[in-house]
């Protein structure tokens, strides 16, 4: 037996190498790889010992840091026990250097191919990983194969599949072709186009009625063809406004803005506002007439106008207005630049359909209020006049009988921040008619103010229906006064006094004479600055502890600010009066600090209720 570390026959004298012992390859049965003979290898069933080498033998000695040859047993035990011998370090180059023979009928394959379908067939619950040095089989799916086997699998399985349709079509007899399955529906992308005319106009209609046609008119029209129809309906358009984009520019800039929106509304007023109703111009300079004048073309049915910071109104226009429009009966020229002459004429004109009147007191006021009194609009339901941008100190001249006689139908009164100076009527002079279907009246101010108890009788002594008192301002009104006055059911009644230093002549009694009248319908009360002693006001507030016969209390707004109200008073007022939503105690001197302040909303009057409760509570 030649020791292990003998003499090689093929090797020079003297020279020994080490080599592996042979192993004996009939007891494998899977395909190996044999190593050794330089440039040579052999894949293939080992069929008995290995032949002689073809060249000279390439010996080397194994490297100190490889690892060592390394057996791998598949896990599979149908297909037998298989081995894969590799030599270290030589696995990169065993896929660039091995080949299989092709076989006869069959296409060549690399030498990868052969090793996954041997060792990880497909479908076997198996892949073969490759490394530098090994081959390893792993259970689980592998990864994707290359683009192309990939490709001819699915080419192959298509074929396949062909095939197979074939021989079914062959083997069945011909029958008559089968209907075609009817195709599904789908949502249809016109659904706009099918909804009614009708019910688009109505839905649109709720819509503009809540927030009025523009923007969503205009955005509306844009979607399909079918909106653009509904939303171009003249009905919709029943409520314009019409300001110039540029406001607070140069004159010139806006001149040319009014001259390019004139252009558009010259096509726009007979096509989309034949049927407007409610037309409001602002910051118009310089077009106000042509404006006008297509309205009074194109608009019959016009029966508000609105003109707010507007220059340049003729008598003309107005009067060429009235005469176009016969439902026009209301007009708010506040804030406008409208001669006088052009609005008598035009009340005149429109006077005996006249339903409501906005105007600012200036010093062509007089002439329009004149008009009214010689009954040039006995219709007349709703007047205001309140004082500019700029303060008028001119007393405002108004006798209150021309006024009840010439507006016998008046309904709302407003006498806003003006000094009114009524005059005196005389001994002999018999009272006037009154206002009898007058439902507001104020005379609310922040400047000195003549009202007085006398001419608030003079004014409501024929008032039984009245609903809103407002007397802000008012320090001459008493609780006496008020409590002569003939209206019974007051639902608001405002009487604070904002701004006045002079607290000596305020009325200290009388708060019980108000809530015990009205407390069973009003809703909201504001004595804010009035003098009231902290006695009376407790026993005017604890009228709203109990409604007489047993009424439910309509209190939901208070106004008690910088009274001298008490933490008892306010949170037995907020107790009996669930309803109550909005409590103002601002500067209330006899309340505890952090209370002071205005409540909005029932959680916060209730959460002031609580800490009144708490501040009232003896000390444990």
């Known amino acids: 037996m030649q020791p292990r570390g003998s003499e090689d026959s093929n090797s020079p004298a003297g020279t020994r190498r080490n080599h592996p012992p042979a192993r004996p390859s009939a007891r494998y049965t899977a395909p190996e790889i044999e190593w050794g003979v330089q440039g040579q290898g052999r894949v293939g069933p080992a069929r008995g010992p290995d032949p002689a080498p073809r060249g000279k033998p390439r010996l080397r000695r194994p490297h100190p840091f490889r690892r060592r040859l390394r057996l791998f047993r598949s896990p599979w035990a149908e297909l037998g026990t298989q081995r894969v011998a590799m030599a270290p370090g030589v696995a990169r180059r065993a896929r660039q250097r091995v080949r299989i023979l092709p076989l006869a009928g069959a296409r060549s394959r690399s030498a990868e191919d052969w090793w ?25 799916p592998g990864p994707a194969r290359r683009r192309a086997q990939r490709r001819a699998a699915r080419r192959a399985q298509l074929l396949r599949l ?26 249809d992308p016109g659904w706009g186009d099918r909804i009614p005319l009708e019910i688009l106009l109505q839905i649109f209609g709720l819509l503009v009625a ?36 540029l406001v607070g520019r140069p004159a010139k800039s806006g001149t040319k803005t009014e001259k390019k929106l004139l252009t558009s509304l010259e096509w726009l007023m007979p096509s989309r506002f034949s049927q407007l109703q409610r037309l409001t111009l602002i910051h118009w300079k310089s077009q106000v ?25 003729t008598p003309d226009t107005l009067i060429m207005l009235a005469k176009a429009c016969p439902q026009l009966h209301s007009l708010d020229i506040q804030h406008s630049m409208v001669e006088s002459t052009a609005v008598v004429s035009f009340l005149e004109e429109a006077g005996p359909r006249m339903r409501k009147l906005w105007l600012t007191y200036s010093s062509q006021t007089t002439a329009i209020l004149g008009a009214l009194l010689g009954s040039c609009c006995p219709q007349l339901q709703l007047l205001e006049v309140s004082t500019g941008l700029n303060h008028n100190s001119t007393p405002l001249q108004l006798p209150v009988e021309a006024l009840q006689k010439g507006c016998p139908q008046l309904q709302v009164l407003r006498l806003l921040n003006l000094m009114w100076l009524p005059k005196p009527s005389g001994r002999a002079t018999p009272p006037g008619p009154g206002f009898p279907s007058l439902e507001e009246l104020c005379l609310a101010s922040s400047t000195c103010n003549f009202v007085s108890n006398e001419v608030l009788d003079r004014l409501l002594h024929g008032s039984p229906h009245l609903r809103l008192l407002d007397l802000r301002g008012c320090a001459r009104i008493t609780p006496a006064g008020l409590h002569d006055l003939p209206c019974q059911e007051l639902e608001q009644l405002h009487l604070g006094l904002y701004g006045m230093s002079d607290r000596l002549t305020l009325a200290k009694e009388g708060s019980l004479l108000l809530t015990q009248k009205w407390c069973h319908t009003l809703q909201e009360l504001d004595l804010s600055g ?52 909005y409590l103002n105690l601002e500067s209330c001197r006899c309340l505890p600090r952090g209370l002071k302040r205005a409540y909005r909303g029932a959680e916060e009057v209730q959460w002031c209720l609580r800490q009144l409760l708490t501040s009232l509570a003896p000390p444990s």
């Not at 074939?166 to 007899?173: C, D, F, I, L, V």
């Not at 007439?289 to 109104?313: A, N, Y």
């Open 289 to 313: 007439h042509p404006v006008l004048k297509l309205v009074s073309e194109s608009c019959p049915r016009l029966t508000f106008l609105k003109l707010s910071d507007c220059h340049g109104v």
């Open 530 to 581: 009035q003098g009231f002693s902290e006695r009376d006001l407790e026993q005017a507030l604890a009228a709203f502890s109990g409604a007489p016969g047993g009424l439910h209390l309509a209190l939901c707004s208070l106004n008690l600010r910088g009274t001298r109200v008490t933490a008892s008073t306010v949170s037995a007022v907020i107790s009996n009066c669930p309803g109550l939503l």
């Open 162 to 187: 062909h095939g197979a349709r074939a021989a079914e079509a062959k083997a069945k007899p011909r029958t008559a072709p089968a209907p075609a399955p009817a195709p599904q529906q789908e949502p």
């Open 210 to 245: 809540a927030d009025g046609p523009i923007p969503f008119l205009g955005r509306a029209a844009r979607v399909c063809r079918r909106w653009h129809e509904a939303a171009s309906q003249p009905a919709l358009w029943h409520t314009l406004t019409l300001s110039p984009p």
């Open 116 to 140: 996954w379908d041997r060792l990880a067939p497909s479908g076997s619950g198996y892949h073969l990983l490759q490394s530098d040095s090994m081959l390893l089989v792993l259970p689980g």
